[in-house]
Nanobody
Framework: QVQLVESGGGLVQPGGSLRLSCAAS????????MGWYRQAPGKQRELVATITSSGTTNYADSVKGRFTISRENAKNMMYLQMNSLKPEDTAVYYCNQFYNNMLYWGKGTLVTVSS
């Protein structure tokens, strides 16, 4: 059974940094396409960043140059390094994984950017 668990969210001031983690069990991140999405209050869930099994990355325009997606195959983990955070980055952040022709989601971690 595939399970994804996000962690690392919290309250941070504008301009600050956070690193989100996504721990995968029951699947292998090394052979999966994975991604980070976010959903702000009253808004639809939107793509933040993705990484393919070959390591190709893709970012939403709003986070390019500030966020970095990565994974650590040996630990079966995926990360999202978020720098220069802005109030508009406030949202619940979700990781997902496309594995064995199915899409799995974690339950999310809340990031609040506020002074």
């Amino acid at each position: 059974q595939v399970q994804l668990v996000e962690s690392g969210g919290g309250l941070v001031q504008p301009g600050g940094s956070l690193r989100l983690s996504c721990a995968a069990s029951g699947s292998a991140v090394s052979i999966s396409a994975m991604g980070w999405y976010r959903q702000a209050p009253g808004k639809q869930r939107e793509l933040v960043a993705t990484i393919t099994s070959s390591g190709t990355t893709n970012y939403a325009d709003s986070v390019k140059g500030r966020f970095t997606i990565s994974r650590e195959n040996a630990k079966n983990m995926m990360y999202l390094q978020m720098n220069s955070l802005k109030p508009e980055d406030t949202a619940v952040y979700y990781c997902n994984q496309f594995y064995n022709n199915m899409l799995y989601w974690g339950k999310g971690t809340l990031v609040t950017v506020s002074s």
